[in-house]
């Protein structure tokens, strides 16, 4: 199994980063991970270069991240829920995925084979709902050809209670491990 993790949280060891640790540790195989806030990814700049080719017209770290997308079995989208959504750096990463939107909706193509599966990982406190983050991950998903979608796993009150404690979260994570080894 291939998985690659889109990792959206300044911390390398809070919440997100429990539960990204926790994944790795029970899944077989390669994992790819993309931390938004350290690598040298640009965001897409709308220069429309993708809208008839099937390459981004800026090359950086990205560029060898759309072949490690291709042979992903799974993909996961991990991220802090600031103000109702995935983090900036994060959303400035996948903002280069056009390449695939202008694939699928402008020349109708798909460059990535079906069968791959999604799983999202959201952390955060307060009052901040995840509906929204988890729906852009879902839209996301949908851009890269990810046609199962796991239950999302949310640690979504770490002002109180941090994810390593979240026992909900930690189960629901769990049962998605199971479920991933077991459909591999």
Known sequence: MKTLIFYGSPHLHGDTAFLVETLQKGLPGEVTLVDAYRSKIAPCKDC???MDKT?????DEMTAIYQTIVESDLIVIAS???FGELTGP??????????????????????????KKGL????????GAPDRAVATAKDIFRCINVNEILPPVIAGRTDT?????????????????????QNQ
């Open 120 to 127: 999202i990982l959201l952390s955060g406190g307060g009052s």
């Open 80 to 82: 802090p829920v600031y």
């Open 48 to 50: 429309r270069y993708c």
């Open 161 to 181: 209670i941090p994810a390593r404690e979240d026992q909900k979260a930690i189960e629901a994570l769990a049962q998605n491990i199971r479920w991933l080894l």
């Open 55 to 59: 390459t981004c017209s800026i090359d």
């Open 90 to 115: 994060l959303l400035s990463l996948l903002s280069r995925l056009q390449i695939y939107f202008y694939a699928h909706f402008k020349r109708k193509e798909s460059p990535i084979p079906d069968g």
